[in-house]
């Protein structure tokens, strides 16, 4: 799936309207955002300050892919000197599968100090 068609199809199911997000996506990637694709899975990174982002995850991906998704971002991502990332997940399952990928890579997976974010990982 095209990275537009991955968004479209997860906003969908989570009952927001595919267009609003779309644009909010766009608007984003105008202010210096980044998007990172892999198979049907898009990570918008949205920056907040040097090297510190705000991300969005959609993905069409069955748990298992999107786990090894996931490990192949973060690791592209500290490469490139990024220190801390951001989110809000109102996936009970995401916010697990991130710990245990955390745990993994042996970073830290924090509760936000950030309103507008539940949760953060310092890399």
């Known amino acids: 799936m095209k990275p537009s068609e991955v968004i479209s199809a997860d906003s969908h199911q989570r009952g927001l309207n595919e267009n609003t997000v779309l644009k909010h996506v766009h608007d984003r990637l105008k202010k210096g955002g980044h998007l990172l694709h892999e198979s049907n899975t898009v990570l918008l990174l949205e920056p907040i300050a040097p090297k510190i ?31 801390r990332l951001y989110g809000q997940a109102d996936n009970s399952g995401i916010i697990e599968l991130l710990k245990h990928l955390t745990k993994r890579l042996n970073v830290s997976f924090q509760p936000s100090d950030l309103r507008g974010y539940n949760w953060m990982i310092q890399l």
Request: hydrophobic fraction near 40%; aromatic fraction near 12%.
């Open 53 to 83: 982002y705000a991300t969005h995850l959609f993905t069409q991906d069955s748990p298992l892919t999107l786990s090894k998704i996931l490990l192949q971002f973060f690791h592209g991502i500290e490469k490139h000197g990024t220190v």
